[in-house]
């Protein structure tokens, strides 16, 4: 109960963060930290608490936000109606890799680098197919108004991202307090003894990709809304792959905060970087780089392991 | 073959690139004569990455080695556009524009000698695999690791080792393809996956497999390339990596299930 107590008041504590500032700047980093932690949380789901380290989530993400760009640019759905369907889709997709990868039993690094295959395959065929808008990528029609998942002021998008993070952190909670999380965690641990115990393996593993699927695709249904364009590298490139990867490392890998604290370190580290050093490119992501080796060797347990 | 994963693969292989772009450009040294300098520096690279990042940040697991690798790719590929900017590079040589003629057949001299040197490379590859005692450890850390360290096998050595000759042997390819190829900060992450392919097709740790492998993933992607076009045409590879390690892990000519 503490922890959900905890929950709500930092639901409450970013909810006021616009009262405070009406700085786009401030707010934006807000909404980005926010939309990686969500990515972060997403991966956390399946890597942290699974033990199944996805290289490519973007797969899932890149799903989300074409079944929202398309369903609202080509059909003139409503924002709000692509959602049910992104997260469908999104898990169909985490069902359809999931189900192969796992009924044919691959670990560890061979299950990173099939999901890392799998999400190039989809870059492709994006790129390559008329109804996604090919290499072109596609635009969304920006019509502000909370009925249409879009708003004039930054303070909007803050709230919807915002209480997508909060159903992660909620999911994030279950799995630590549940019998569901419960067998999930002793997958991780050492399948061959949860299978002895009685654990359906394939099934839990297989419930935990679906779920990571559909949380990650509402990222992608949030970025259209945002940004209100999407094109093959940047919905299925490696570069959201890796963001939803970093957060949980740096934060620490099966917690409930530590996709939102390693998104928070490295978003205002980044900031921090890009602010000293504007002239350079790339700078912060070599920082990034280097802080995910460091971490990897000294503290494996991520920040939350210092503390506890 | 030791089930080592690198993901900075590619990115080594982008920094040899460099390497022999810059001792042309620099010191004016041709780059097929880059290879007695890249070789060793790579490797040396190479053994002090292992033994002093790689290792010790893995903890002995799998995946930390994949997401190790994959931060050092990072920081290799931004430093190199930190550096040197994302402009693609060529170098002009006396031969690039050269062309032999092989029956009917018109080939680019340097995409021969870059053939005949890879076929160099494998076969000198695998004689020390068979023929030295080097050779015989890196077998035996690969079937057996805790049995290699009983009988006194110094395996972090080992694995340090052909985590060494590994890019060295970049480093060689880099000398040999950049008469024909460009550099630029990205060059590398398009190999990454096709290495990986190709070793996974061929079977870890067959290097006849490796070598089929290439020949095979080569065929796929040109004719995927003639029917499919040219972007579409790549999904093939991918397509086959997806399905060898689904129903086929130990690869085409591996030996053990």
């Known amino acids: 109960m503490r922890q959900l107590a905890t929950i709500a008041a930092f639901a409450a504590a970013v909810a006021l963060l616009p009262a405070l500032t009406s700085s786009g700047v401030v707010l934006n980093i807000a909404i980005m930290t926010l939309y990686a932690a969500l990515l972060g949380q997403a991966w956390n789901i399946l890597a942290g608490f699974g033990g199944q380290f996805s290289f490519g989530h973007a797969v899932f993400f890149g799903t989300g936000a074409y079944a929202a760009a398309v369903l609202q640019a080509r059909f003139g759905w409503n924002a709000w109606a692509t959602l049910p369907a992104a997260l469908a889709l ?29 999400a190039e395959v989809f870059r492709i065929l994006a790129n390559n197919v008329e109804f996604t808008g090919a290499g072109v990528g596609l635009m969304v029609k920006l019509q502000p108004g909370a009925a ?36 999930l965690q002793a997958v991780r641990d050492n399948e061959d003894s949860a299978a002895a115990l009685g654990v359906n393996v394939f099934a839990v593993k297989l419930q935990a990709i679906m779920l990571s699927g559909a949380l990650t695709a509402a990222a992608g249904v949030f970025y259209v809304q945002y940004f209100q364009y999407i094109d093959p590298s940047l919905a299925y490139g490696p570069a959201v792959s890796v963001e939803a990867l970093l957060g949980p490392i740096i934060g620490g890998l099966g917690t409930i905060w530590g996709p939102i604290l390693g998104a928070t370190v490295l978003h205002l580290l980044g900031e921090a970087t890009r602010g000293l050093v504007s002239s350079l490119p790339g700078v912060n992501l070599i920082i990034y780089g280097a802080l995910l080796v460091l971490m990897i060797m000294f503290l494996p347990r991520g920040i939350i392991g210092l503390v506890k | 073959m030791l089930h080592i994963i690198n993901f900075a693969h590619g990115a080594a292989l982008m920094m040899a690139l460099y390497g022999v772009y810059f001792l042309h450009q620099k010191a004016g040294l041709d780059p097929y004569l880059s290879l007695p300098v890249m070789v060793p520096a790579m490797f040396a690279g190479g053994y002090a990455l292992y033994r002093f990042v790689v290792a010790r940040a893995s903890h002995g ?37 050269t062309t032999v003629a092989i029956g009917p057949a018109m080939i680019a001299l340097p995409k021969l000698v870059a053939f005949g040197g890879a076929a160099l490379v494998a076969a000198l590859l695998l004689a020390m695999m068979r023929g030295t005692d080097l050779g015989r450890a890196i077998r035996a850390c690969a079937r057996e690791r805790h049995g290699a360290r009983l009988v006194g096998i110094d395996v972090e050595h080992v694995f ?9 042997c970049l480093g060689a390819a880099a000398c040999f393809l950049l008469p024909a190829y460009y550099v630029n900060p990205q060059v590398g992450s398009g190999f990454v996956l096709i290495a990986f392919t190709i070793v996974v097709l061929g079977g870890m740790g067959s290097f006849a497999g490796a070598l089929l492998g290439g020949l095979l993933i080569g065929v796929v992607e040109s004719i995927g390339g003639l029917y499919l076009g040219e ?21 085409l000519f591996g030996a053990r299930a």
């Open chain 2, 160 to 168: 340090a080792m052909s985590f060494g000759i590994g890019l060295a």
């Open chain 2, 61 to 97: 697991k799998d995946e930390n080695i994949l997401l190790v690798t994959l931060g050092i790719a990072i920081v290799l590929e931004n430093a190199a556009l930190t550096l040197w900017k994302s402009d693609t590079r060529t170098i002009e040589t006396g031969y690039t524009f």
């Open chain 2, 231 to 251: 972007s579409l045409g790549q999904i093939g590879i991918f397509l086959i990596f997806i399905a060898v390690l689904l129903f086929r892990p130990q690869g």
């Open chain 1, 148 to 183: 249409h998942l879009q708003f004039a002021d930054k303070a909007g998008y803050l709230h919807v991202i915002l209480a997508f993070v909060v159903v992660g952190l909620l999911v994030s909670w279950w799995l630590k307090h549940s019998r569901y999380g419960a067998w």
């Open chain 1, 90 to 118: 999104g898990a169909a997709v985490g069902g359809l890799i999931g189900a192969l990868s796992f009924r044919y039993g691959l670990r560890g690094s061979y299950f990173a680098l099939v999901t890392l295959a799998f």
